[in-house]
C-alpha cells in the first residue's frame, strides 16, 4: 500500500492521523504507568518510547492539564 493511500484510509477510519494517534497512544502508556508503577517519570519517559526526559514532558504538557509527577501524587 502507497504511504499515502494508508494516510488518507487510517484517518477516514480512525479519525485521526497516524502520527496523532501514535503519540496519544504513548502518551497513554505514560499516563497508564503513572498511575500504576513505582517508576521515575524520566523510567516512564523511555518506556513510553521518548529518547528524552524533557520531550516527554512537553508532549504530556501539551495532552493532560496536570504535570506527570503531579499524577504520582494520587497514590
Known amino acids: 500500500m502507497h504511504p499515502k493511500t494508508f494516510k488518507r484510509?487510517?484517518?477516514n477510519y480512525?479519525?485521526?492521523t497516524?502520527?496523532?494517534y501514535h503519540i496519544k497512544q504513548?502518551?497513554?502508556k505514560g499516563l497508564y504507568l503513572l498511575f500504576f508503577t513505582p517508576?521515575?517519570?524520566s523510567?516512564?519517559?523511555?518506556?513510553?518510547?521518548?529518547e528524552s526526559y524533557k520531550v516527554f514532558i512537553r508532549?504530556?504538557?501539551?495532552?493532560?492539564?496536570?504535570?506527570?509527577?503531579d499524577y504520582q501524587l494520587f497514590k
Open 9 to 11: 484510509k487510517f484517518k
Open 18 to 20: 497516524f502520527y496523532d
Open 59 to 69: 508532549a504530556f504538557n501539551k495532552d493532560q492539564e496536570l504535570n506527570p509527577s
Open 43 to 50: 523510567q516512564i519517559a523511555q518506556f513510553s518510547g521518548y
Open 14 to 16: 480512525i479519525g485521526t
Open 39 to 41: 517508576y521515575t517519570v
Open 26 to 28: 504513548r502518551l497513554l
